[in-house]
C-alpha cells in the first residue's frame, strides 16, 4: 500500500523558511515524479513543485521560483520541500503526490495517482 506522509509544517513570520519532508513507501518510486502542492481557503489546489526520482530534475511554479527548493534523499525514500522568504500568500495546506514520470502534466494535479495527508503552513505577516 503506497503511502505519502508529510511533515514539516508550522507556524512561522513573514521572511522565514520551513522545510517539509514527504517519506514515501509501499512501492518502488524510481520511475515516478514527486510534486507538491497547496490549498489556501477558498481556493483551488495549485501546482507548487515536483521533482524525478530518477535524476533530480526539479520544476516550480513562477510564484515560488527562486525562494523554494526540492530534493531528495534516494536511500531515506523522501523528498523535502525547503521553503526559503515565506511570504503570508504561501499559507495553504501542503500536499505531497506521486505520478509515473511517464505520465504528462507535472503541474496537473489529476495526473497524480498518491496523496500525502497534508501539512498546515502558516505565514504570519
Known amino acids: 500500500q503506497v503511502q505519502l506522509v508529510e511533515s514539516g509544517g508550522g507556524l512561522v513570520q513573514a521572511g522565514g523558511s520551513l522545510r517539509l519532508s514527504c517519506a514515501a513507501s509501499g512501492r518502488t518510486f524510481s520511475s515516478y515524479t514527486m510534486g507538491w502542492f497547496r490549498e489556501a481557503p477558498g481556493k483551488e489546489r495549485e501546482f507548487v513543485a515536483a521533482?524525478?526520482?530518477?535524476?533530480?530534475?526539479?520544476y516550480y511554479a513562477n510564484s515560488v521560483k527562486g525562494r523554494f527548493t526540492s530534493s531528495r534523499d534516494n536511500a531515506k525514500n523522501t523528498v523535502y520541500l525547503q521553503m526559503n522568504s515565506l511570504k503570508p500568500e504561501d499559507t495553504a495546506v501542503y500536499y505531497c503526490?506521486?505520478?509515473?514520470?511517464?505520465?504528462?502534466?507535472?503541474?496537473?494535479?489529476?495526473?497524480?495517482?498518491?496523496w500525502g495527508q497534508g501539512t498546515q503552513v502558516l505565514v504570519s505577516s
Open positions: 503526490a506521486a505520478k509515473s514520470r511517464f505520465v504528462r502534466g507535472t503541474t496537473t494535479k489529476e495526473k497524480y495517482d498518491y
Open positions: 521533482i524525478t526520482w530518477s535524476d533530480g530534475t526539479t
